[in-house]
């Protein structure tokens, strides 16, 4: 807990770490600034109620964000706050009244502090689902209701927010300010109902907390989650494989282009083979064993050609299989390398950087059962993949309807080439 006089200069340095962290104000005491590990900053005061005394508990209390109020606005409020607390008055006497009045800006701040675990596993989210979460809420969500207190956002409210995504009135694509890159937010349909499945989880961390009584993205029209029937045909397989082999011999870097192999060759998510370490392979039992995949363990069992690239790496002080060529971390290239062999092999946009679905329609349209394609595939169970790649039952199902519909037909014609029993006879 760093003290200085609180400058707009001096916020402005203040770097995000990987804990919340505060800093006070030397000018004026129990001012101060709240840094999240995302960057956000925010204004607080600090004070004991009720007449001070060390055995009275702190309280903090959010102004308002860095960017919202200024420097001298934020230490003006804060002035008048502390002078409330000296005459006897206790801004946040109700805390749960209090916090019923929070923005929703303020509130996805207090989420990303609190870190709730899910309802449904028990634990906390992966900080990578977590940080891409809390960038779509603060990209979409935050410039549509972020002043709206959270006991007053509506159906209507979350209504309105999904018609605006859904026409792209919150996309964004240009410089982001930072040292890497481009900012480059998506609107539509899909991110409308992403972001409204995000949003839902914030609201029911309120619900939980009493602080509401029901969730208002619950009663919303929410866009009709569309299903993507595209994946790679035999043809480009075999395409995209011809573009790696030049690459290869062009002096690509070779852990992009096994990462690439492994990913057509498994159907396993870019993420699970980029991060993939050396105790999750298995190639006495010809699998992978993934301790944290996104539906928790996972094995994965692996083709004779996928365990054959994994025994031809050279083995390092890495834990990963694919270590960064700087630093500690794992190589994170793979993506550019794969939109390069796109390009190279002519395939259009819709080829995605993983090889899931063509995996798993090939098995299903080759006849292998469901509880087997969800092994492959790391699904929690086979009603996951009967859900998802029901398109491609449904074609092995006509075909084998079609198959015993003719048998059936003989089978009645035949009888119908038979004589009626006389009258009389049995």
Not at 49 to 75: F, I, Y
Not at 315 to 336: E, I, L, M, Q, W
Not at 370 to 396: F, N
């Amino acid at each position: 807990m760093a003290t200085e006089k609180l400058t707009k200069r001096h916020i402005d340095g203040l770097k995000a770490s990987a804990k919340p962290y505060r800093h006070y104000d030397t000018e004026l005491k129990g001012f101060g600034i709240l840094v999240l590990p995302s960057g956000v900053k925010s204004y607080i005061i600090e004070y004991r109620p009720d007449g001070g005394g060390r055995n009275v508990a702190k309280k903090r209390m959010t102004l308002g964000r860095v960017g919202e109020l200024t420097p001298e606005q934020a230490r003006a409020i804060a002035r008048d706050r502390l002078a409330d607390v000296r005459r006897g008055t206790d801004p946040l006497s109700d805390r749960q009244t209090k916090r019923r009045e929070q923005k929703l800006s303020e509130f996805i701040d207090q989420w990303e502090i609190d870190a709730p675990a899910g309802k449904r596993t028990g634990r906390p989210m992966k900080d990578r689902t977590r940080t891409y979460m809390l960038a779509r809420l603060r990209h979409h969500v935050v410039p549509l209701l972020g002043t709206k207190r959270i006991s007053d956002v509506t159906v209507d409210d979350i209504n309105g927010m999904i018609r605006r995504i859904a026409r792209g009135e919150t996309a964004k694509d240009g410089l982001s300010g930072k040292k890497r890159g481009r900012l480059k937010v998506r609107g539509g349909e899909g991110a409308a109902l992403k972001v409204a499945s995000d949003l839902s989880i914030i609201f029911n961390y309120a619900v939980e907390k009493r602080l509401i009584a029901t969730n208002p993205v619950t009663h919303a029209r929410k866009p009709r989650a569309g299903k993507r029937h595209d994946f790679l045909t035999a043809s480009e397989f075999a395409q995209i494989a011809t573009s790696l082999a030049g690459l290869e011999a062009d002096g690509a870097n070779p852990a992009g282009i096994a990462i690439l192999r492994l990913i057509l060759l498994t159907g396993a998510r870019p993420s699970e083979i980029e991060g993939l370490k050396w105790a999750e392979v298995d190639t006495d039992h010809q699998c992978l064993r993934l301790a944290e995949s996104k539906t928790g363990y996972s094995a994965r069992p692996l083709s004779q050609a996928a365990v054959d690239i994994l025994s031809a790496i050279s083995r390092c002080a890495s834990p990963y299989v694919f270590p960064a060529t700087r630093g500690d971390g794992h190589f994170t290239g793979a993506k550019k390398i794969w939109n390069q062999a796109r390009a190279k092999a002519n395939l259009p946009g819709r080829v995605r950087y993983h090889a899931r679905h063509a995996m798993a329609t090939f098995a299903l349209a080759d006849g292998v059962d469901a509880v087997s394609v969800a092994a492959i595939m790391g699904h929690k169970g086979p009603r996951t993949t009967l859900a998802t790649y029901a398109h491609v039952i449904d074609g092995t199902a006509a075909r084998a309807v079609e198959a015993i519909g003719q048998k059936i037909a003989v089978a009645m014609q035949t009888a119908a080439t038979i004589p009626a029993p006389a009258e009389g006879h049995t």
